[in-house]
């Protein structure tokens, strides 16, 4: 197939979806597929024979942007369109971060009740958020696409926010790679990753990984590691990534934690750290399908994860690890983690992790994508024009 994937950046080290999309295109040109990428930028080691990159760089505002890749995709001549949030004219939309609108809304919950009736009135009136409406518009409409869902709740939310027909949604969760995030990996880095730690051997590792630290949980998080070192638990929390800390090296002093708490920033590879935890937390307040979750249960870590962190649909808790249903209980995840202090619970759950990942391998992900686009391709009239109006 002739396959056009759409977004606003394709370089892997931006986040999830710049991550997966990078695998993807390059696993459907490797399966024979002709691979179209269009994007404003491009990492500078973007370069495969079967993928033609199209910079699109048109349009300051998201609409005019939209617009400018309705023009180039009309003139491509695809088979398949595959939008992922940047634009409108699309045959499958994937939106990974989910449902804005769903966003925005659990973007209000982490943050303190005194501010939310500020940032709602907000979010009404700056035109940022206007343009995501009209965008929105042009993106969840019943012309024949085809609705990709990371999760069963982000499928919800396409109902709920946007009245996408039920039947037009495909869910298709995230899949992992399981060679590169390995068990096996452990003896490769945790030896060393510990020692830059400074970390004695008793200590069990807790990892979160975050951007945005509000919606992720780590004040939650700080405070349930807070009630730990009450109770003499040999806890270390290890968090990487966060382009704004903001104020959280403060509250984690504020806390009496400071010393049992590593901000490490952003990391290019995360391999090193899964390999060097043993657990991972993830108490988010949102996520459509969590990578980080997937790729900790494939490193062979249990997870402690909230009930709205997308990948908790995939797990089964008290087996992989356990699923909390609010992230702002720091004592329900402070007793979490404090079961899995065991070493003994954490070898027979990280067992059953590496088990279940292994069932949502990324190329059971590319399968499932690509019976989507055969079912798209089988539509007669439907193919390449969906979203041209």
């Known amino acids: 197939m002739r396959v056009a994937i759409v977004l606003e950046h394709?370089?892997?080290?931006?986040?999830?979806?710049?991550?997966?999309?990078?695998?993807?295109?390059?696993?459907?040109?490797?399966?024979?597929?002709?691979?179209?990428?269009?994007?404003?930028?491009?990492?500078?080691?973007?370069?495969?024979?079967?993928?033609?990159?199209?910079?699109?760089?048109?349009?300051?505002?998201?609409?005019?942007?939209?617009?400018?890749?309705?023009?180039?995709?009309?003139?491509?001549?695809?088979?398949?369109?595959?939008?992922?949030?940047?634009?409108?004219?699309?045959?499958?939309?994937?939106?990974?971060?989910?449902?804005?609108?769903?966003?925005?809304?659990?973007?209000?919950?982490?943050?303190?009740?005194?501010?939310?009736?500020?940032?709602?009135?907000?979010?009404?009136?700056?035109?940022?958020?206007?343009?995501?409406?009209?965008?929105?518009?042009?993106?969840?409409?019943?012309?024949?696409?085809?609705?990709?869902?990371?999760?069963?709740?982000?499928?919800?939310?396409?109902?709920?926010?946007?009245?996408?027909?039920?039947?037009?949604?495909?869910?298709?969760?995230?899949?992992?790679?399981?060679?590169?995030?390995?068990?096996?990996?452990?003896?490769e880095f945790r030896a060393s990753v510990r020692e830059e730690l400074r970390l004695g051997a008793d200590t069990v590792l807790l990892l979160l990984v975050a951007h945005n630290f509000r919606l992720k949980g780590v004040g939650p998080a700080l405070r349930g590691l807070k009630l730990l070192r009450k109770r003499s638990a040999p806890v270390h929390l290890a968090i990487l990534g966060g382009?704004?800390?903001?104020?959280?090296p403060l509250l984690a002093r504020a806390l009496g934690v400071r010393e049992n708490v590593s901000f490490l920033g952003p990391r290019s590879d995360v391999v090193p750290y899964l390999a060097a935890a043993d657990l991972l937390v993830h108490p988010t307040f949102y996520d459509s399908c969590s990578l980080v979750v997937l790729e900790a249960l494939a490193s062979g870590l249990p997870a402690v994860v909230s009930r709205a962190a997308g990948a908790d649909e995939l797990m089964t808790d008290g087996r992989e690890g356990y699923v909390i249903s609010d992230p702002r209980q720091a004592a329900t995840l402070a007793d979490r983690i404090e079961r899995l202090l065991d070493p003994r619970e954490r070898s027979r759950m990280g067992a059953a992790a590496r088990e279940l990942a292994l069932r949502h391998s990324f190329e059971r992900n590319c399968d499932r994508i690509e019976e989507v686009y055969r079912e798209i391709a089988g539509c007669a009239g439907v193919a390449g024009v969906a979203g041209a109006a």
């Open 10 to 187: 394709l370089d892997p080290r931006r986040g999830g979806l710049e991550h997966w999309t990078w695998q993807f295109t390059r696993a459907m040109a490797d399966r024979g597929h002709e691979m179209h990428v269009l994007a404003r930028s491009f990492a500078p080691q973007a370069d495969h024979h079967r993928i033609r990159f199209h910079a699109v760089t048109a349009g300051r505002s998201r609409m005019q942007y939209a617009a400018a890749l309705q023009r180039r995709l009309l003139g491509l001549d695809c088979d398949i369109v595959h939008e992922t949030g940047a634009g409108w004219h699309c045959d499958v939309f994937q939106p990974h971060f989910g449902s804005r609108q769903a966003l925005l809304e659990r973007r209000l919950r982490a943050m303190p009740a005194v501010l939310q009736p500020a940032r709602r009135l907000a979010m009404g009136l700056l035109p940022r958020y206007r343009q995501f409406q009209r965008l929105a518009a042009r993106q969840y409409v019943n012309d024949g696409r085809l609705f990709v869902a990371l999760s069963e709740r982000v499928a919800d939310d396409f109902v709920r926010f946007h009245g996408v027909k039920r039947d037009w949604i495909r869910i298709v969760p995230n899949g992992v790679d399981c060679a590169r995030f390995s068990p096996g990996r452990r003896r």
């Open 243 to 248: 382009r704004r800390m903001q104020g959280y």
